[in-house]
């Protein structure tokens, strides 16, 4: 073999190589910023958890939106009030385990968080391509959103069972809950440790698809 047709031969091998490389990378970025699927359970052996899909809910980059089965309704409202209002509602976190810690808290997580019974979200809202986040939800800044933002805050507040975070002593705009740790303890421990079973038996669904 010549040495010229040698190194065509090593040319295209490697630009093969950057070509799968490239390839491998934007893949990779698309997952993280649009599917995380590797943050997804399998839910059918689930006692307490579930998961939810909603039209006008999505979950932040993908991730899996994981509640209490008895919350379900509830969310239901929610994406409900969100399509009278034309917005779109992404979900930071929904449940969440004892032992994660959420990043970039607007307000410390308090012992008994109803995230951890799976009766609250934390949320950002999308409304005509723009993201509107904890400040701009702040309680003070409600006049000055558009109508459509305020309409849909107002329906939450409205609603007997829900609460909306910017209400708050310690204000968390992007939170919404059922406040089941104040009306109901024993409900809430039962809740959490009963979402905690779930969770720490979960299989992620990926390992279910590599079968």
């Known amino acids: 073999m010549k040495n010229r047709d040698f190194?065509?031969?090593?040319k295209g091998l490697l630009m093969l190589l950057i070509l799968s490389g490239a390839f491998v990378w934007v893949g990779f970025l698309y997952c993280n910023n649009n599917f995380q699927f590797w943050t997804h359970l399998k839910t059918d052996n689930f006692e307490t958890l579930t998961e939810y899909r909603g039209e006008n809910i999505a979950a932040l980059k993908g991730r899996q939106i994981l509640v209490n089965k008895s919350f379900?309704?509830?969310?239901d409202t929610i994406n409900e009030y969100a399509q009278q209002s034309n917005i779109k509602v992404i979900i930071?976190?929904?449940?969440?385990h004892k032992n994660r810690k959420p990043s970039r808290a607007v307000v410390a997580p308090g012992k008994y968080s109803n995230h951890l019974a799976g009766y609250a979200i934390?949320?950002?809202?999308?409304?005509?391509g723009i993201k509107y986040f904890s400040n701009d939800l702040k309680r003070n800044n409600l006049s000055e959103l558009p109508i459509n933002i305020?309409?849909?805050i107002r329906k939450i507040r409205q609603n007997k069972d829900l609460r909306w975070g910017g209400d708050f002593k310690k204000e968390d705009p992007i939170h919404i809950d059922c406040p089941i740790?104040?009306?109901?303890?024993?409900?809430?421990?039962?809740?959490?440790r009963l979402c905690?079973?779930?969770y720490s038996k979960g299989i992620p669904?990926?390992?279910i698809w590599m079968k």
Not at 7 to 10: D, E
Not at 181 to 192: A, C, G, R, T
């Open 7 to 10: 190194l065509k031969i090593i």
């Open 72 to 75: 379900k309704n509830h969310l």
């Open 92 to 96: 930071n976190q929904s449940y969440r």
């Open 122 to 128: 934390d949320f950002n809202i999308k409304h005509n």
């Open 150 to 152: 305020q309409n849909f």
């Open 181 to 192: 740790n104040l009306k109901n303890k024993k409900d809430w421990d039962e809740y959490s």
């Open 196 to 198: 905690d079973n779930d």
């Open 205 to 207: 669904k990926w390992k």
